[in-house]
């Protein structure tokens, strides 16, 4: 298998296509030759510096990421960009980005996990963004606290990021928009629901929610996007008969 056939078959599993009008970033393959044979794909959620040197440093011809270098408008290649393209191009490393593609996939996406960690049933899209629903919303049965919640979505016993527990004690229902949508919350309450989970808070929510009587998680931008890189990694190894690695690099944000 070579780069140009990897980036086809998560093109077409990820459905990156449908989220061209949609997303920022430029989903795809973003930097390397579409000729250059592939048999090690690193997987992390940032293509920041430090995971392209410990791709390098592992032997991998391509590097996987949720969020990746270019975000819907040119930049110079100057500085952090020059650092983070030149260890690239002189690892001989290849980079692909999927990012809303990688939220939103309805088994494999960060939000799916998720949700499946959550123990959500009769599960539902949530969370429009530009008129596609990104996140999921479900049904708890039985019933679970908020601390519950977070065990089950945190298992490390990482402790979320901010918590509002002004919602039922027990929670029979909740949504989920993985990274940075507390915005998202006000969806949540207009659709009723006890629980609403996402990466990260706003000062601007606090009273709204409050007055709302919802509970609300903000379990760590980081922590809640790594769900998704690592089910495709595992996806490649048992389809494509890669090796694969996931690269942590947690920003405790």
Same mark, same amino acid.
């Given at each position: /298998?070579?780069?140009?056939?990897?980036?086809?078959?998560?093109?077409?599993?990820?459905?990156?296509?449908?989220?061209?009008?949609?997303?920022?970033?430029?989903?795809?393959?973003?930097?390397?030759?579409?000729?250059?044979?592939?048999?090690?794909?690193?997987?992390?959620?940032?293509?920041?510096?430090?995971?392209?040197?410990?791709?390098?440093?592992?032997?991998?011809?391509?590097?996987?990421?949720?969020?990746?270098?270019?975000?819907?408008?040119?930049?110079?290649?100057?500085?952090? /960009?020059?650092?983070?393209?030149?260890?690239?191009?002189?690892?001989?490393?290849?980079?692909?980005?999927?990012?809303?593609?990688?939220?939103?996939?309805? $088994?494999?996406?960060?939000?799916?996990?998720?949700?499946? /960690?959550? =123990?959500?049933?009769?599960?539902?899209?949530?969370?429009?963004?530009?008129?596609?629903?990104?996140?999921?919303?479900?049904?708890?049965?039985?019933?679970?606290?908020?601390?519950?919640?977070?065990?089950?979505?945190?298992? %490390?016993? $990482?402790?979320?990021?901010?918590?509002?527990?002004?919602?039922?004690?027990?929670?029979?229902?909740?949504?989920?928009?993985?990274?940075?949508?507390?915005? $998202?919350?006000?969806?949540?309450?207009?659709?009723?629901?006890?629980?609403?989970?996402?990466?990260?808070?706003?000062?601007?929510?606090?009273?709204?929610?409050?007055?709302? =009587?919802?509970?609300?998680?903000?379990? =760590?931008?980081?922590?809640?996007?790594?769900?998704?890189?690592?089910?495709?990694?595992?996806?490649?190894?048992?389809?494509?008969?890669?090796?694969?690695?996931?690269?942590?690099?947690?920003? %405790?944000?």
């Amino acid at each position: /298998m070579d780069i140009g056939e990897f980036a086809r078959w998560a093109d077409q599993l990820l459905a990156v296509r449908d989220f061209r009008s949609l997303d920022d970033s430029l989903n795809g393959l973003q930097l390397g030759r579409s000729d250059v044979p592939v048999r090690t794909v690193a997987f992390a959620v940032d293509a920041c510096y430090e995971s392209i040197m410990r791709a390098r440093e592992a032997g991998a011809q391509l590097l996987f990421v949720h969020h990746g270098l270019f975000w819907g408008k040119p930049v110079p290649i100057t500085g952090t /960009m020059h650092k983070r393209i030149a260890a690239l191009l002189e690892g001989g490393l290849a980079l692909y980005a999927c990012h809303l593609p990688l939220d939103a996939h309805a $088994e494999l996406g960060n939000n799916a996990c998720l949700a499946r /960690m959550l =123990g959500l049933t009769d599960v539902k899209p949530f969370g429009v963004y530009h008129g596609v629903p990104i996140g999921f919303k479900g049904t708890l049965e039985p019933a679970i606290t908020v601390d519950q919640a977070i065990e089950r979505i945190l298992p %490390g016993n $990482e402790g979320a990021r901010t918590v509002y527990p002004f919602g039922p004690k027990l929670c029979s229902s909740a949504a989920l928009v993985s990274g940075g949508a507390p915005f $998202e919350a006000f969806q949540a309450i207009d659709e009723g629901v006890d629980l609403y989970i996402t990466g990260e808070s706003s000062h601007s929510i606090y009273h709204g929610v409050m007055e709302a =009587g919802i509970n609300v998680v903000s379990a =760590g931008h980081y922590a809640t996007e790594t769900h998704g890189v690592r089910a495709v990694a595992e996806r490649a190894a048992r389809e494509l008969g890669l090796q694969t690695l996931f690269i942590e690099l947690p920003t %405790g944000l």
